[in-house]
């Protein structure tokens, strides 16, 4: 990793949590509005944090500490090396395993919400997780290459040849995010029937390392749906950054218009969502190519 990737890097990791609670900010007052509310001051999710933080953490047993510590790190790194421009592969295994560590640290509590709702989120990651790794694959055949900064050098945007890819990538972001009408295992407003599910055994500085994850965790998703737009072109970051601001209110949208759905329905949906448009998208570039 020479100089430079480590510069974009520690930018990454110094802007991220800033831009990602700005994000949760704008999210909670679009929330507000589409409901008729006047909702929080942009700013609240980084009041929310400070406050967690001078509160005492409750620790149900010390290996918790380790997997929500080991969340946060695998979720920094996972960021920092997609914008260094590393290998997106890899980028996705790192993050399927800031998932797996924040699930086992549900189930450590024994605590019967948390557990619920890391069975909940073991369902969810079953719908998401193939849908990535075909990103992958999918910038791959687009580009020839798994790199980021090659990919970021190419000289047609990637959505002019993987646009089924693009539109299984952002149905899954409502699953990966934790959105409605597939926020199962915990949600980020007060419609849960389970409390807060996969966190409800989290306290103090514990819930909020995870709430400062879960910003790195959006500035990367909003960096790879960016991907789809970014090439050797200086005008294509505007383009990436309109695409994200779209993106990012189509899924606050749908997260306050539709019901929360059962785990089977959403496990039906999104692999049909992935059949249908990544598949397709997959078997033109094998017939084309």
């Not at 990793?1 to 480590?6: A, D, E, K, L, V």
């Not at 790192?94 to 560590?101: D, G, H, K, N, T």
């Not at 993106?247 to 039906?268: A, G, S």
Request: glycine share 6%; hydrophobic share 55%; with cysteine.
């Amino acid at each position: 990793m020479n100089s430079y990737m480590i510069v974009k890097a520690l930018i990454y990791i110094l802007l991220a949590p800033f831009i990602g609670g700005l994000l949760s900010g704008i999210d909670r007052i679009f929330s507000a509005r589409m409901q008729g509310r006047q909702g929080p001051p942009l700013f609240q999710p980084f009041y929310d944090v400070f406050k967690l933080m001078s509160k005492q953490t409750t620790v149900v047993n010390s290996i918790q500490v380790l997997f929500v510590t080991s969340y946060l790190v695998f979720t920094i790194f996972t960021g920092a090396l997609f914008f260094a421009g590393g290998d997106m592969l890899l980028v996705f295994f790192a993050l399927s395993m800031s998932e797996v560590v924040m699930v086992l640290a549900a189930f450590s509590t024994n605590g019967p919400y948390s557990i619920m709702g890391a069975q909940r989120e073991l369902l969810q990651m079953m719908c998401y997780e193939p849908m990535t790794l075909l990103v992958a694959i999918g910038f791959y055949y687009a580009n020839g290459s798994f790199m980021v900064s090659e990919l970021a050098r190419a000289e047609v945007p990637a959505i002019v040849q993987i646009p089924g890819f693009f539109i299984g990538f952002v149905f899954i972001l409502l699953i990966k995010l934790r959105k409605s009408p597939f926020d199962l295992s915990t949600s980020h407003h007060m419609h849960q029937e389970m409390v807060k599910g996969l966190t409800t055994d989290l306290s103090g500085g514990n819930l909020a390392l995870v709430e400062i994850a879960e910003w790195y965790d959006v500035v990367l998703m909003m960096g790879i749906v960016g991907m789809f737009f970014i090439t050797s072109a200086p005008i294509s970051i505007l383009w990436a950054v309109i695409a994200c601001s779209v993106v990012f209110f189509l899924e606050t949208l749908i997260d306050n218009l539709f019901p929360r759905v059962k785990y089977l329905t959403m496990i039906k949906v999104s692999w049909s969502v992935i059949l249908v448009f990544a598949g397709t998208n997959l078997l033109i570039l094998n017939v084309l190519k």
